[in-house]
Structure formats: C-alpha cells, structure tokens
C-alpha cells in the first residue's frame, strides 16, 4: 500500500458537481494506492502511520490534535514508469481488492478518533487542496515495494 500525506490548510473533492469529501479545517489529505500483494496487515500499517505521522505543526501527529484527514483511492500511485513513456499499472490492485482495504483505512483512522471524510471510489474526481507548507511525504507497506 503507497500513500501520500500532504498536510493541508484545506481539501475536498467534487464529482460531478457535487462535493463528496472535505475537510472542515487543517488537516491531512490523503491519497491511497492498493497493490496486489496488499492485505489487512497493510491497512493496519497503514492506519498506524497516518494517524501517528508527525508532520503537523509542532511536531504533532493527527491522532495528538483530532486532525481531519481526507482519504481519496489512487490506484495511479502504483504505477511504474521504469520503462518507457507509459506506465505500467500491473502492480495497482483491481477494484474490487482495492475498495475495501481503502475503506478499512478509512474506517481505522475513524477507530482512532479521527474525523475522516472520502472520496468516491472509482469515479472521476477533482480534488482541491491548498498544502501547508508545503509538507508531503510518501507512506508505504511492505506489499508496496
């Protein structure tokens, strides 16, 4: 599992018209890539790094200020372009292996006590954040590598 934390001053996401996720403050914007090898042992990974990250002010993770995080599926962060111009996606989970580990992120961030809102799964989504910072680093699992 490969993410990208950004700390932000704001963030949410629109489909169609219509926002489907945003944050009601600072907080973190989350974007999720599931691999094939990815499993529950990753999520739990995954859930422990993001919420004890300490990446906002202070030196403070989310779970020590009730940060707001935004999880958003990006099956494009799994994408190779070791060779050639086009990237190879056959490391990127399908959909249905990759939309619950996605949601249980989400649903453990929520089990710490953080405020998580999403985005929509596999739709086409335009995501708006202003970072802060800027502050953005790269999580992964041991399936990721």
Excluded at 31 to 36: D, E
Excluded at 53 to 76: C, M, N, W, Y
Excluded at 82 to 111: D, H, I, Q
Aim: net charge negative.
């Amino acid at each position: 599992m490969r993410a990208v934390v950004a700390r932000v001053t704001e963030s949410s996401v629109t489909v169609d018209g219509e926002v489907v996720g945003a944050l009601p403050g600072p907080g973190l914007l989350v974007l999720v890539g599931v691999s094939v090898d990815d499993d529950e042992a990753d999520v739990d990974t995954m859930v422990r790094k993001i919420s004890e990250l300490r990446i906002l002010h202070d030196e403070k993770s989310a779970v020590d200020v009730g940060a707001p995080v935004l999880v958003v599926s990006q099956f494009t962060l799994l994408g190779s372009t070791s060779r050639g111009r086009r990237p190879s996606w056959s490391r990127a989970a399908p959909g249905a292996r990759a939309e619950p580990l996605v949601e249980a992120v989400a649903t453990g961030l929520r089990a710490r006590g953080l405020n998580v809102a999403t985005g929509a799964f596999g739709a086409t989504m335009q995501v708006h954040s202003v970072n802060d910072g800027p502050f953005t680093v790269i999580v992964e699992t041991a399936g990721s590598r």
